[in-house]
């Protein structure tokens, strides 16, 4: 049984932004020179939250937060600079100018990504051979593929007839930049969480393209409708995408993120099963929208074959879950599924996090972070491996220092998308012993700030690494998007939408290869786990977005927080970060 328990809010801002993902994300990156004189015009609906960079829009509203910010000044080590208040001083090339590097064969990287697809988003600013797929430098060290935007919607995976969004950052304008110029007449749903004045902004933005609807969604305070999701329906079959970025330029500029681009589903026989877990765990959670705007997707859903899909997903949706919906969703949903999926793993085993934003995990790691939430993430099936098993094991949690921040690709501005406030680091200082710098040196992104959400189980040795799963997520460390148990565990209460995707190690060759058609297709694999830090690809092959092994917070490393000022040093662009 499952209910909302909370009263619906159609605010943003009630939110509590240190719980959810960056609002950050939507800053701007438009430069002192481009700003209009304010006048007499009405302020901008989106207010701080404004990322647009259209030229027509600032000629329509005001921004005085946005002016506020470009027009103080600070000195930076001898320089006159800008102090930083959230906007980089310069204008960012958007993805649709000339010049901009699209790749020739899109299909081809997506096929180099088999047999999981997990992919990074390219990024701008790193070492080439890190972008897209380098054969060469593949055969030297494992560098996983990368996509761009563009290269998702390329018309070179099929012809598009209809398509849907599911996200929290939205610019629609940007957005349909992306698509082929031939579809962008094509039907798309936009499926979002904008309340009051930043919903009616969005349906301002959507009026200007009459194939776009929009699909709001229902919220308790504090809660975000977070999930990254694309469904793209072509004439040759399905496809469904998972990803960590929101759809706004920067997002998909100079960040580390990732996605699943699953194969494009074919239509299903009459012949053919219907029943799949994952699609049946993908219509379970559409329904739990429970929105009209929803049913014909569904419909085309169940018109599918998805019986090549190897991952699971793992979703999160607002709520009071009990009885059997307890361990439908969040954390409990992963508990589930871990004990019913993963062969039993070693107690010396460690559970790494990697998130981009924390919210308040309460006076001390006892009770939620290393009582529930470990306790979910650290399952595996009692019936194999007779390892030790009797204590939880070892937590490492993977969040950007100020210096990571400051260092990186975007300098201070990264920390916009990076949202931990100093209230709740104040308060929680235990969970510094607990932190790992980003470091992502295998995939050539430790400039890029990440926000990618990553968690995983890996063997402790410095041989021979292997890991018992990997979830790719939208979803941060924070009790709104994993849920909190209460009136004693028989009650799970989430506040946000999140949705990710499980990677598990294949146990046959017919996991790795549902189609192969092979003889031997149901023989076991000995070692069933993935392996990483390894050059030469089988199919137990994996990465991980941040480099192994960790590296701890050194005595002077302190977590990001995004809200208080960090002006001892400037970042590669000479700027400092004051937050007005």
């Known amino acids: 049984m499952t209910t909302h328990g909370w009263t619906l809010s159609s605010s943003e801002e009630d939110s509590d932004s240190s719980e959810n993902d960056s609002v950050g994300s939507d800053i701007s990156s438009t430069p002192v020179d481009f700003l209009p004189d304010d006048g007499d015009k009405p302020e901008c609906p989106y207010g701080e939250k404004c990322h647009r960079e259209n030229p027509v829009h600032f000629q329509e509203f ?8 470009t027009d103080e000044t600070v000195g930076v080590t001898g320089k006159s ?16 100018e000339p010049g901009s590097r699209i790749c020739k064969d899109p299909v081809a990287v997506w096929k180099a990504s088999s047999p999981y697809y997990f992919l990074l988003t390219t990024c701008k600013g790193i070492s080439e051979e890190f972008n897209y797929f380098n054969q060469k430098a593949r055969e030297e ?5 990368s996509l761009g935007i563009r290269e998702i919607l ?4 099929g012809t598009l007839q209809r398509s849907a969004q599911f996200n929290y950052c939205i610019d629609i304008e940007w957005l349909m930049e992306q698509y082929p110029k031939n579809v962008r007449d094509k039907p798309l749903l936009i499926v979002h969480g904008q309340q009051r004045q930043s919903g009616a902004a969005l349906q301002a933005e959507a009026k200007r393209f009459p194939n776009i609807k929009l699909c709001q969604v229902d919220l308790p305070p504090y809660g975000t409708h977070h999930t990254k999701m694309m469904l793209l329906l072509y004439e040759e079959g399905l496809r469904i995408v998972i990803s960590t970025a929101n759809l706004v330029p920067q997002d998909w500029s100079q960040k580390t993120q990732g996605f699943w681009m699953s194969p494009v589903f ?4 009459r012949s053919t099963a219907t029943d799949c877990e994952f699609k049946r765990d993908l219509i379970f959670y559409l329904t739990s929208y429970k929105k009209k705007l929803l049913k014909d997707w569904i419909q085309i859903i169940e018109g599918y074959d998805f019986s090549s899909a190897n991952v699971v997903l793992i979703a999160s949706t607002p709520g009071r879950h009990t009885g059997a919906a307890l361990s439908h969703w969040g954390h409990m949903r992963l508990r589930k599924v871990l004990r019913s999926k993963i062969r039993r793993v070693d107690s010396s085993w460690p559970v790494i996090g990697q998130f981009s934003s924390i919210g308040s995990l309460g006076a001390n790691e006892n009770k939620w972070l290393c009582g529930e939430w470990l306790t979910s993430l650290a399952s595996s099936n009692p019936g194999t491996f007779a390892g030790r098993v009797s204590n939880l094991p070892p937590l490492k949690l993977v969040f950007p220092t100020v210096e990571n921040v400051r260092r990186s690709l975007e300098g201070y501005p990264a920390g916009a998308s990076v949202p931990y406030s100093s209230a709740n680091a104040t308060k929680q200082k235990w969970l510094n012993s607990y932190m790992h710098q980003w470091n992502a040196d295998n995939t050539g992104r430790s400039e890029a700030s990440p926000h990618i959400k990553s968690y995983t189980r890996i063997s402790p040795y410095e041989t021979n690494v292997r890991a018992a799963w990997f979830l790719l997520t939208s979803a941060n460390l924070s009790k709104a998007a994993w849920g909190g148990l209460e009136k004693n565990a028989t009650q799970l209460a989430i506040r946000s939408y999140e949705l990710g995707v499980l990677f598990i190690p294949p146990t046959t060759q017919e996991d790795v290869n549902p189609h192969a058609g092979a003889a031997n297709n149901t023989d076991m694999i000995p070692d069933s786990y993935f392996h990483l830090k390894t050059h030469v690809k089988t199919k137990c092959s994996f990465f991980v977005p941040f480099h192994l092994p960790l590296t701890r917070y050194s005595s002077s490393d302190m977590p990001w927080t995004w809200d208080a000022p960090h002006t001892d040093a400037p970042d590669r662009h000479g700027n400092i970060w004051v937050p007005s």
């Open 141 to 145: 060290k494992f560098i996983p593929p």
């Open 154 to 157: 390329s018309e070179d995976h």
């Open 81 to 96: 600079e800008g102090s930083y208040s959230g906007y980089p001083p310069a204008k960012k090339k958007r993805l649709d």
């Open 266 to 269: 074919p239509p299903l026989e």
């Open 62 to 69: 005001s921004h005085p937060l946005k002016r506020k910010a």
